[in-house]
C-alpha cells in the first residue's frame, strides 16, 4: 500500500498535521511506502508555489483585502467557484505528482492538493480507492468541499454537522485535529530542561512565520512588575529572532528566544501562558496540556474563527486592538479560580488522540473499499 501525504508550507501548521499523521501510519503501517508531499514547494511546481507567495505577501502587506476575499469566497456560489478555479489551475501539477507516486491513498491536509486531486478524479484521471482530507481548523470554509473526496475528518461535532448539512461530504469524521503524541513530561522536568527560575513563565508564539505582534507582546511583558520567564518562538522568521535576542539581553526578565523548535512540547509544558496569533495547530497543542491563552492578532478568516472558538469554551481570551496584553496576562496568573478554570476548559477540548484515531478510521475505510 502506498499513501501520499499531500499538504501546503503556507505557515506551519498544514505541514505539522501532516508530519503527525506520517508518525502514526509508520507506527501502525511500518513496511508501507508513506510519504509527504509539500504541493507548494519551489522545486515540484511553480504555480502552487507562486499563488502561496502571493497569498503570504497579502497577509503581510493587505491583510483586510485577504479578509474581503476570504469571506467572499466562504460560501454560496462564489466560494464554489473559487474552490473550482484553484483546483483547475493547480491539476496540472498534482497530475504530475500521482502520475510519479501512483499512490493508493491520498491524505490531503490542506485544500490545494485535495482541491486539485478531485477535479482529476472528475475527469476519470485519478481512479485509485481512497481521498482523504484532514481540516485543519475550527471553522468550515467552502475551499474543503468538493464531492470526489471520500472521506472528512474534522475538528468539531459542529463542523461535521456543517458538512453534512452542505450535502457534499459522503462521510464525516469529527475526531480533532492531529498532533504529534508525546511522552509525558512533568511541569518541573521541562522547566528543569529549560532552565527556568522560580517565576511564572509566559510563552510568546507567532506560529512557522514569526506573526502574531511578537515584539509587542514582549515590549508590554517588559513593564511588569513581578520577574518571569519569558520564552519567545519566532519560527522562521530569522529578522524577528536577531531583533528579539537583543531586547532579551537588555531585559530584566529572564528572557530565552527560540527559533524554529520541535521542543514545543517541552515549552509548553513548562509555562503557565501562552501569548499567540490564534493558528489551530498551536491552539490545539496548547489544549492538549491545559495551557490558557491570550489570542491576539489573528490572521484575517479562519484564526478569527478558531479565536471564537477557544473563548466561547472557556480556554482562551480574545486580546482586542485597544485592550493590554499584560493587563490580561496578570488578571489570569494572579486569579486562581481564572486560571484554573482555563486550564480544565483547556483538556476538555483536547482530542490528543486525533492522529491515532483518523489513521485507524482511514485503515477500516480503504480495506472497505478494496472488497
Known amino acids: 500500500m502506498k499513501i501520499l501525504i499531500t499538504t501546503a508550507s503556507v505557515g506551519s501548521g498544514h505541514i505539522r498535521a501532516a508530519e503527525a499523521l506520517f508518525i502514526e501510519l509508520k507506527n501502525r503501517f511500518p513496511n508501507d511506502d508513506i510519504k509527504i508531499v509539500d504541493f507548494t514547494a519551489k522545486k515540484r511546481a511553480f504555480l502552487p508555489w507562486l499563488l502561496k507567495s502571493v497569498y503570504l505577501r497579502m497577509l503581510k502587506y493587505l491583510p483586510n483585502l485577504y479578509d474581503v476575499f476570504y469571506n467572499v469566497s466562504k460560501g454560496g456560489h462564489i466560494g464554489n467557484l473559487t474552490g473550482m478555479m484553484f483546483s483547475a489551475l493547480t491539476s496540472p501539477f498534482m497530475h504530475a505528482v500521482l502520475k510519479a507516486e501512483n499512490p493508493d491513498i491520498i491524505l490531503a491536509t490542506h485544500p490545494f492538493p485535495e482541491g486539485a486531486t478531485a477535479f482529476l ?49 459522503k462521510v464525516a469524521y469529527a475526531l480533532g485535529i492531529p498532533i504529534t503524541e508525546e511522552k509525558s513530561l512533568s511541569k518541573e522536568t521541562a522547566r528543569e530542561k529549560l532552565n527556568l527560575n522560580a517565576d511564572k513563565a509566559i510563552l510568546i508564539m507567532g506560529g512557522g512565520l514569526g ?29 524577528l529572532y536577531e531583533k528579539t535576542k537583543k531586547i532579551a539581553n537588555n531585559s530584566k526578565h529572564n528572557v530565552k528566544i527560540f527559533s524554529y523548535t520541535k521542543e514545543i512540547f517541552t515549552l509548553m509544558t513548562a509555562s503557565d501562558l501562552l501569548i499567540t496569533k490564534p493558528g489551530a495547530l498551536t491552539m490545539t497543542e496548547a489544549f492538549s496540556v491545559g495551557l490558557p491563552m491570550l489570542l491576539h492578532e489573528p490572521i484575517p478568516g479562519p484564526e478569527a474563527k478558531n479565536a471564537l472558538y477557544a473563548e466561547k469554551l472557556g480556554a482562551a481570551f480574545w486580546v482586542h486592538k485597544s485592550e493590554s496584553i499584560l493587563e490580561k496576562a496578570q488578571n489570569i496568573l494572579t486569579n486562581e479560580e481564572v486560571y484554573e478554570n482555563m486550564k480544565l476548559s483547556a483538556r476538555a477540548i483536547s482530542k490528543k488522540d486525533a492522529s491515532k484515531k483518523i489513521v485507524e478510521v482511514l485503515s477500516e475505510f480503504f480495506q472497505n473499499k478494496k472488497r
Open 121 to 169: 478524479r472528475n475527469f476519470g484521471l485519478w481512479k485509485k480507492p481512497l481521498l482523504a482530507a484532514v481540516l485543519t481548523d475550527y471553522s468550515l470554509h467552502n475551499i474543503w468541499l468538493y464531492k470526489n473526496v471520500d472521506i472528512y475528518f474534522v475538528a468539531t461535532e459542529e463542523m461535521k454537522d456543517e458538512l453534512v448539512k452542505s450535502g457534499v461530504a
Open 211 to 239: 506573526l502574531g505582534g511578537i515584539e509587542k507582546s514582549l515590549g508590554e511583558l517588559e513593564n511588569a512588575i513581578e520577574k518571569l520567564n519569558i520564552l519567545v518562538v519566532t519560527g522562521q522568521n530569522e529578522v
